[in-house]
């Protein structure tokens, strides 16, 4: 089973009947079992991956990292 990966035209502008079709589901009933632990076996989970963030204190510190700032303090001093 593949799905349309390079489609022309977005899902959302499409009628409901062919996104339906394209995605090989069922619009009242979804998938069966078979195909969602088919699915889930080719594609992994529904799942977002999140980076980890930076340290506030690193953040701060990096505001001042401008080198207009820097030009602005030697002017002023």
């Known amino acids: 089973m593949t799905l349309i990966?390079?489609?022309?035209?977005?899902?959302?502008?499409?009628?409901?009947?062919?996104?339906?079709?394209?995605?090989?589901?069922?619009?009242e009933v979804?998938?069966?079992a078979e195909a969602v632990a088919q699915r889930y076996e080719t594609y992994g989970w529904n799942e977002l991956t999140f980076k980890p963030r930076?340290?506030?204190?690193?953040?701060?510190?990096?505001?001042?990292?401008?080198?207009l700032l820097y030009i602005l303090l030697f002017a002023g001093g």
Do not use: M
Request: proline residues 8%.
């Open 54 to 67: 930076r340290p506030a204190w690193v953040s701060f510190l990096l505001q001042f990292n401008q080198p």
């Open 30 to 32: 979804g998938l069966s």
């Open 5 to 27: 990966k390079d489609q022309e035209t977005a899902f959302y502008a499409q009628p409901t009947s062919t996104v339906i079709d394209q995605l090989q589901s069922h619009g």
